[in-house]
């Protein structure tokens, strides 16, 4: 008898792609999928445990599952991810529900875990680490047509930066990439699918093939993806870090409109002494250089970035150059995030000394700036004809359909929202941009795009 599996993913998109990967792996095992954890024989819950917000939400969601198991002991709970990997022992000792940890590199097991723990009490770690990308690691077309309207492959796993506020390298280990080759064959699974929109994702894109042969980098990658096929997509890179960042890329963006006029490079700060203590190997006069760079080559270039307030050294000099370097207005998209004094970063030796009421004054501070920049950005739109991907109904109202531009990534930015006209979810059509807010834009569909 095959169980039924209840399968929930916490945290960010290479999460969701690794759930991805273990329900592609279920189906073909005969598992079943369901959606009600509280119908299913077993349930796996793929956590997030980058920050203490990220854990508290993952331990509530574990928690409320266990709650259901309570009522059927019989039941399996299987937690995979970050959290095994942050808290493995706390986890199997403080919640006896929990049958069964996972960690990062292992979601692969998911299969032979279920079929080892059915009827069996004892409890299961698994936290080996195994090779990158087997063949078992690569999605089904049927799992990534779920969605019709963009996927995220993820190039690489791991990070090898050792930026001091970060954990990523003790929760997922060292950067490694995947061959090009792996890449591209997933690359073209997608595409047969009929899905318009391919997100590449990593720790570090811009790392891509560092450890590997000389000829295996990002750049390369990105050449040998857009001559793999003639057919009309977006290709869009996520998460470069600015030290090893590609400028030829700007390049190819002018040369080959498939691949987006997106750059996202998270910054981290701007101020000299701040990035030293985060370890981020950069100055700020290298960062303004890169953008100079950027923009001089594409003009129309739709520059995201993530900033850190409240990073222990940061003194009000600091952050009052990190406000005035947003002010400039060179970003299209910009996130902010608090520093978070985590129990397993380096920087967690330097003390908390900013409060979190400074810290959450700083963070509005950069964002009310920034919204008056994204509103101008956005002003300047209108009266364009733009091509946008159809992603389907307004999640907040049916009387609106929502799209995307080449310069909005998905599940990040803002959206193109039409209010006149019809269109297909996940395919391409032409519209008019007839108005402007902060972060969205409103349009009206004027023709498909053959």
Not at 62 to 89: D, F, M, P, T, W
Not at 319 to 340: D, I, M, P
Not at 412 to 438: C, K, R, Y
């Amino acid at each position: 008898m095959k169980f039924k599996v209840y399968l929930e993913t916490l945290g960010c998109a290479k999460n969701s792609v690794d759930s991805e990967i273990m329900m592609g792996q279920l189906l073909a095992d005969g598992y079943v999928m369901i959606a009600d954890a509280a119908e299913s024989d077993v349930m796996v819950i793929n956590t997030c445990a980058f920050i203490t917000k990220a854990v508290n939400e993952s331990i509530d969601r574990i928690l409320a599952l266990a709650q259901i198991k309570k009522k059927n002991s019989h039941k399996k709970l299987i937690v995979v991810g970050c959290l095994s990997e942050r808290y493995r022992k706390q986890l199997m000792d403080e919640i006896p529900e929990v049958d069964v940890v996972i960690g990062t590199s292992d979601y692969t097991q998911i299969s032979r875990c279920i079929t080892e723990i059915h009827g069996k009490e004892e409890k299961i770690t698994v936290l080996d680490k195994r090779p990158l990308y087997s063949e078992k690691n690569l999605r089904s077309d049927e799992i990534i047509a779920k969605n019709k309207n963009y996927a995220y492959l993820k190039i690489s796993e791991g990070c090898s930066n050792m930026c001091s506020f970060c954990n990523i390298p003790k929760l997922r280990g060292p950067f490694r990439s995947r061959s090009i080759n792996s890449i591209e064959l997933e690359f073209q699974t997608i595409l047969k699918t009929g899905i318009k929109e391919i997100n590449l994702i990593s720790q570090d894109s811009a790392s891509y093939g560092l450890e590997l042969d000389s000829q295996e980098n990002l750049l390369n990658l990105i050449r040998q993806l857009l001559t793999a096929s003639s057919s009309d997509f977006w290709l869009r890179i996520f998460y470069t870090y600015p030290n090893r960042y590609p400028i030829q890329l700007f390049q190819l963006m002018a040369e080959d409109l498939r691949l987006t006029p997106y750059a996202d490079i998270p910054f981290q700060h701007i101020d000299d002494s701040v990035l030293k203590a985060m370890n981020r190997k950069i100055t700020a006069q290298k960062i303004e250089k890169l953008i100079d760079t950027a923009l001089t080559i594409k003009p129309d270039l739709a520059l995201r970035s993530t900033f850190i307030v409240g990073f222990p050294n940061e003194t009000e000099t600091a952050f009052k150059k990190l406000l005035r370097f947003v002010e400039k207005g060179y970003f299209s998209h910009l996130g902010v995030f608090t520093y978070s004094d985590e129990d397993n970063i380096q920087s967690r030796k330097m003390g908390d000394l900013i409060s979190d009421e400074e810290k959450s004054s700083r963070r509005d501070q950069l964002m009310q700036a920034q919204q008056g920049i994204s509103l101008k950005k956005n002003r300047a739109m209108i009266g364009q004809k733009q091509k946008v991907l159809i992603e389907g109904a307004y999640e907040e109202t049916d009387l609106l359909l929502q799209a995307r531009n080449k310069y909005q990534g998905p599940d990040v930015d803002g959206l193109v929202l039409i209010n006149e006209g019809s269109g297909t979810p996940g395919a391409f059509q032409m519209a008019d941009i007839v108005d402007a807010h902060p972060y969205d834009l409103i349009g009206k569909i004027s023709e498909s795009v053959s």
